[in-house]
T-cell receptor
Framework: GENVEQHPSTLSVQEGDSAVIKCTYSDSASNYFPWYKQELGKGPQLIID?????GEKKDQRIAVTLNKTAKHFSLHITETQPEDSAVYFCAAPIKAAGNKLTFGGGTRVLVKP | EPEVTQTPSHQVTQMGQEVILRCVPI?????FYWYRQILGQKVEFLVS????????KSEIFDDQFSVERPDGSNFTLKIRSTKLEDSAMYFC?????????????FGPGTRLTVT
């Protein structure tokens, strides 16, 4: 069925190391892939997104890569800092399900000082 | 920086009661959404709204749910007769354009507790 799978569910890294979160999606027609950061007690905050006409996008310490053939996209955080600790969600529009934004299960990232 | 606002931040209600959750989307946005997040789970789409009508809704959005844009700034979600399983965080979001073109910005959420 229409789905967005996200791995890992938890990720613990040392401050300064990199963190990588991967998502796969089912609908090959999906063309927009946002990443959201959710801190405790707050709403999801859009941190970066990528459209299907590019393979990679960077914004300072955050980057997203997209492989349309394999139907997966990844979030890369370099030089992690304690304030990067949060739950991260990927999302994609699953057109077969009506073009709504479908979220992955989330990754709880803990950056240890 | 413009942001989506939601009220109340926390709503406690008894089973069977009606609740209305309120949102003020970003002012120049045209597309509005409601999502739900049960504690510890992923964010789930409920409904999208454009041009004063529902454009899409999920299986969760049954006859107990309704949305309205009563004026030029507010966007509301009504649950007619709440159930225990309606307890969740409810997020409003808005975007300037439709899904393929517009980033969705989320509000801080309303925590609904049904007792």
């Amino acid at each position: 069925g229409e789905n967005v799978e996200q791995h890992p569910s938890t990720l613990s890294v040392q401050e300064g190391d990199s963190a990588v979160i991967k998502c796969t999606y089912s609908d090959s027609a999906s063309n927009y892939f946002p990443w959201y950061k959710q801190e405790l007690g707050k709403g999801p905050q859009l941190i970066i997104d990528i459209r299907s006409n590019v393979g990679e996008k960077k914004d300072q310490r955050i980057a997203v890569t997209l492989n349309k053939t394999a139907k997966h996209f990844s979030l890369h955080i370099t030089e992690t800092q304690p304030e990067d600790s949060a739950v991260y969600f990927c999302a994609a529009p699953i057109k077969a399900a009506g073009n709504k934004l479908t979220f992955g299960g989330g990754t709880r990232v803990l950056v240890k000082p | 920086e413009p942001e989506v606002t939601q009220t109340p931040s926390h709503q406690v209600t008894q089973m069977g009661q009606e609740v209305i959750l309120r949102c003020v989307p970003i002012s120049n946005h045209l597309y509005f959404y409601w999502y739900r997040q049960i504690l510890g789970q992923k964010v789930e789409f409920l409904v999208s709204f454009y041009n004063n009508e529902i454009s899409e809704k999920s299986e969760i959005f049954d006859d107990q749910f309704s949305v309205e844009r009563p004026d030029g700034s507010n966007f509301t979600l009504k649950i007619r007769s709440t159930k225990l399983e309606d307890s969740a965080m409810y997020f409003c979001a808005s975007s300037e354009a439709g899904l393929a073109g517009g980033e969705q910005y989320f509000g801080p959420g309303t925590r609904l507790t049904v007792t």
